[in-house]
């Protein structure tokens, strides 16, 4: 197994509008993120990863990009943004930018001349179709509820987007298309930015002829634009035009519904296309038949079964991102642990897996403090345009059951884990002194930094220690992954080896004491636990696993 800097990164989500404000208008900017670096140095992390900054209309919070190569006003200007690299790079730590280029915003120079007329030269920048019997081209909808085809008077024909009628899919078909984004990279990473998250990374090559979805999924379609049929080529393309000339570079595909066989594809090392992929199986184990907003309850066995088929076959020939959070998912303490009596001790357990597992972590901004789900009280306080249109499809039209479509709001809206770090207990929890974007979590007087900083016991210097260990223990990072019970309801436990040591790891994944036996065949030299989330640890030799205990042991 070949060694790379980003198998060994521990990296950090900043979603900059959340992150820190440092001219009071309610919105974070990179100077903000520019006066914590040190505290990310504290934590241990090496590398950045910094959701959309450029100029946007903000649609969907910067994923609707008007131009690639500016800055949004309220973040800052370049020049900021080459300071923040600069004070990174000062530091040891690497910067990784999103790349969204399945779409653009509708605001976008391309896109303004691409609907002027059918011969305008940006015509084909995106993907126009007549109307099919005088409807819309196929029934395929958009991720943001409705059909993904959206009607323009000017020139008669509809429009493709994926995602809001805001941000209209490029057409990947189109050999200038593609020529762009690669000079848009190759710009960035001339500016010493060293790799990119790749937004929607999975969805830009459409089967041709767009025929119609299956019905019946929640997304009608996506079997014909999720992992098409030139997908390959067209990373491979681009790890040759832009990739192989920047190898000390990495990235990361969002890729939803990836299948391990395509993720195999993109990440295995020999094909050169890309790095790693986010896979999404463990974050939908939640829904019903594909539908978000119909909650299930999570099964721990299923949900073992997954994280362990991505550590046992994916580590072979490509290589895994792990993840318990981001920017459209939940907070994870409120969602796989419990955010009430034992959010500590389950943000312990939680980040106990990520951190000893084969594969690079990725921590999102305030899981390292434990922040929980937000409890908006009304539909009105969600500035997301996901929740917006869900609330005008579901209760609006199809007059669903308010209480229940807001219950599963409450749990899983991206909002919930978008709202304003949590710094201190002063006013705004310390993000701002002017009005925040979005409601600030009223519980910021208990969860906050300068607590989590205080408090030797915390979660962010558990999680420090866990960083430490990760760094100190190379079996922590490419050691191979054997699991035991895996029908156990309860626990969660794996053996890593390599090089002749190995790492033990047994995780509670319930509010339940549990009996445990320790497998015959491994053998301890010390009964104390390397890591642990509680003050003592447990005994050996007669096993009570506590309420979410996690316990880490290092074998020679
Ligand atoms: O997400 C794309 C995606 O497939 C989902 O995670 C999607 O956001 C989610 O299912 C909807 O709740 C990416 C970005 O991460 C997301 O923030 C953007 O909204 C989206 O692309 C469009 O750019």
Known sequence: MKKYWWKEAVIYQIYPRSFMDSDGDGIGDFQ????????????????????????????????????????????????????????????????IIDLVVNHTSDEHPWFLESKKSKDNPYRDYYIWKDPKNGAKPNNWTSYFWGSAWEYDDLTEQYYLHLFTKKQPDLNWENETVRKEVYDIMRW?????????????????????????????????????????????????????????????????GETADVPIEEAKKYTSEDRQELNMVFQFEHVTLDETDGDRWNIAKMYLPELKKILTKWQVELGKCGWNSLYWANHDQPRSVSRYGDDGQYRKESAKMLYTMLLTMQG?????????????????????????????????????????????????????????????????????????????????????????VAES????????????????????????IYGDFKEYYNENESLYVYLRSYEGKQMFVILNFTGESVKFFMPEEVVFVNAEPYIYNYQDYTDLGNMTVRPYEAAVYLLE
């Open 32 to 95: 903000g993120i520019i006066s914590k670096l040190d505290y990310l140095q504290t934590l241990g992390i090496d590398t950045i990863w910094l959701s959309p900054f450029y100029k946007s209309p903000n649609d969907d919070n910067g994923y609707d990009i008007s131009d690639y190569q500016s800055i949004m006003e309220e973040f800052g200007t370049l020049a900021d943004f080459k300071e923040l690299l600069k004070e990174a790079h000062n530091r040891k730590m690497k910067l």
């Open 188 to 252: 960035w990473l001339d500016l010493g930015t060293d790799g990119f998250r790749i937004d929607v990374a999975n969805m830009y090559s459409k089967v041709p002829g767009l025929p119609d979805g299956e019905l019946g999924n929640y997304m009608t379609g996506k079997e014909h634009f999720q992992n098409g049929p030139r997908i390959h080529e067209f990373y491979r393309e681009m790890h040759k035009e832009v990739l192989s000339h920047y190898p000390d570079v990495m990235t990361v």
């Open 360 to 448: 690079t972590p990725y921590i999102y901004q305030g899981e390292e403090i434990g922040m929980t789900n937000m409890k908006f009280d009304h539909i009105t306080e969600y500035p997301d345009v996901e929740i917006q249109n869900l609330w005008k499809q579901r209760v609006i039209k199809e007059k669903k059951d308010p209480h229940k479509v807001f219950a599963a709001i409450q749990y899983r809206a991206r909002d919930n884990a978008r709202t304003p770090m949590q710094w201190d207990e002063s006013p705004n929890a310390g993000f701002s002194s002017g009005i925040p974007w979005i409601k600030v979590n009223p519980n910021y007087k208990e969860i906050n």
């Open 453 to 476: 900083l205080r408090d030797p016991n915390s979660i962010f210097h558990y999680i420090q220690k866990l960083i430490k260990l990760r760094k100190e223990n190379e079996v922590a």
